[in-house]
T-cell receptor
C-alpha cells in the first residue's frame, strides 16, 4: 500500500538552532499534506495544512514564522522549526492525502528534542 | 466546530477480556467521516477503520468491532478477547470533508493496558 515516509525519525538539537523535517509520499502524488504535533501523553493537534505550490494554512495559535512549511513538489513537504527551544520538543507527524484513492496516510513521525 | 471526546483516559483489563473504547463526536455537517487509529509505544499511527456518516452498519474485523450510532453521535470500538499486543493508545478522529482531505480532529486518546 501507499507509504508516507518522514525523516529524520528522531533529532536532538541545541536551543536556538533550526531543524528541518521531511515528509515524502513514496508511491503517490500528494497535493495536500498535513502536519501534526503531539506532546507526551497528549493528542495529535493539527498545526497546518500544506498545499503543493501555495502557502500553507496554519491553525490558530501556530506561529507561521516559527514553523516554516514548504511543499515544493507533489511528493515532498518540509517542516522547519526555526530557532528551536525546549518547549518545541515534541513528536511531529505528517499525513498525506491521496486524491486518486481518497485515502489519508500517516508518516512514522519525527521526535524532536531540543536541549 | 467539530469535536471528538474520548472520556476514558486509561483502561486496564486482563488478557482475554472484552473491552470497549468510547468515542463521542460533535459536528454540524451531515457528511463526515470517523476514524480509529492505534498508536503503539513506537509512535506510528496504525489505521484501523474509516466510516462515513451515511453508513451506520456495524463493522467487524477479526477481534475488532465498531458500533456507529448517529442518534447518540457515538462510534465505539470493541476488542474481543483482548491480547497483550493490543496494549496501545487508541485515537478516535473526525473529518468533515472528503474522508480526511481537510485533516483530522483527534480525541485525546484512550490508553489501553492489557495485563497478562
Amino acid at each position: 500500500g501507499a507509504v508516507v515516509s518522514q525523516h529524520p525519525s528522531w533529532v536532538i538539537c541545541k536551543s536556538g538552532t533550526s531543524v528541518k523535517i521531511e515528509c515524502r509520499s513514496l508511491d503517490f502524488q500528494a497535493t495536500t499534506m498535513f502536519w501534526y504535533r503531539q506532546f507526551p501523553k497528549q493528542s495529535l493537534m493539527l498545526m497546518a495544512t500544506s498545499n503543493e505550490g501555495s502557502k500553507a494554512t496554519y491553525e490558530q495559535g501556530v506561529e507561521k514564522d516559527k514553523f516554516l512549511i514548504n511543499h515544493a513538489s507533489l511528493t515532498l513537504s518540509t517542516l522547519t522549526v526555526t530557532s528551536a527551544h525546549p518547549e518545541d520538543s515534541s513528536f511531529y507527524i505528517c499525513s498525506a492525502w491521496d486524491t486518486h484513492t481518497g485515502e489519508l496516510f500517516f508518516g512514522e513521525g519525527s521526535r524532536l528534542t531540543v536541549l | 466546530a467539530q469535536k471528538v471526546t474520548q472520556a476514558q483516559t486509561e483502561i486496564s483489563v486482563v488478557e482475554k477480556e472484552d473491552v470497549t473504547l468510547d468515542c463521542v463526536y460533535e459536528t454540524r455537517d451531515t457528511t463526515y467521516y470517523l476514524f480509529w487509529y492505534k498508536q503503539p509505544p513506537s509512535g506510528e499511527l496504525v489505521f484501523l477503520i474509516r466510516r462515513n456518516s451515511f453508513d451506520e452498519q456495524n463493522e467487524i474485523s477479526g477481534r475488532y468491532s465498531w458500533n456507529f450510532q448517529k442518534s447518540t453521535s457515538s462510534f465505539n470500538f470493541t476488542i474481543t478477547a483482548s491480547q497483550v499486543v493490543d496494549s496501545a493508545v487508541y485515537f478516535c478522529a473526525l473529518s468533515e470533508a472528503g474522508g480526511g482531505a481537510d485533516g483530522l480532529t483527534f480525541g485525546k486518546g484512550t490508553h489501553l493496558i492489557i495485563q497478562p
